[in-house]
């Protein structure tokens, strides 16, 4: 049978693929063939990326928000704040879970956060080099440094031994 989780072909009585997924209770566990299994679970790089995801990068924008009028005083802005945050946090939570379409999420997550960046870097060109340079050049460091950390992250999971053990595939 195919795996769920991974798409591996296993034996029609197997009760647990490679990758950790338990047939019988259809959730993931500890797969059976680990060969490193201090690198595997939700630890090092990954715990500070769920971390970061539920508290860190929401708290931040939340103080982010509160001290710049711009945006505390801006109810569509507020509501995007809350709109990212609520995605962050439930990414999170579910790679801290190790649920098996937590990557899925995930994906999806980046993608997200990518086209944020990208709208924002076109944003920062509307407000006027000209007139305003400083917040000009502000804003698209800012996006540009968002760019980055998408980029780093998604080549983290695509890369990490860590993920492939704990979630049974890297990210893509
Ligand atoms: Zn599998």
Redesign the pocket.
């Known amino acids: 049978m195919d795996?769920?989780?991974?798409?591996?072909v296993?034996p029609p009585d197997a009760e647990r693929?490679?990758?950790?997924?338990d047939f019988p209770t259809a959730t993931r566990k500890e797969p059976y063939t680990n060969n490193d299994p201090s690198l595997s679970g939700v630890g090092g790089w990954l715990l500070f990326f769920c971390i970061s995801l539920t508290i860190l990068d929401p708290l931040y924008s939340v103080i982010q928000a509160i001290g710049d009028p711009r945006i505390s005083q801006n109810g569509l802005a507020i509501v995007m704040i809350l709109c990212i945050a609520g995605f962050s946090i439930y990414t999170g939570f579910l790679l801290r879970k190790v649920r098996p379409d937590a990557l899925k999420v995930l994906k999806g997550y980046f993608i997200f956060l990518f086209a944020l960046a990208c709208i924002g870097i076109l944003g920062s060109f509307a407000v006027s080099f000209t007139t305003d340079t400083l917040t000009a050049i502000e804003s698209l460091a800012t996006q540009a440094a968002r760019l980055v950390s998408v980029a780093i992250w998604a080549l983290y999971f695509k890369k990490s031994r860590r993920v492939r053990n704990t979630f049974?595939?890297n990210l893509f």
């Open positions: 795996c769920p989780n991974c798409r591996l296993n693929c490679d990758c950790g997924y049974g595939r």
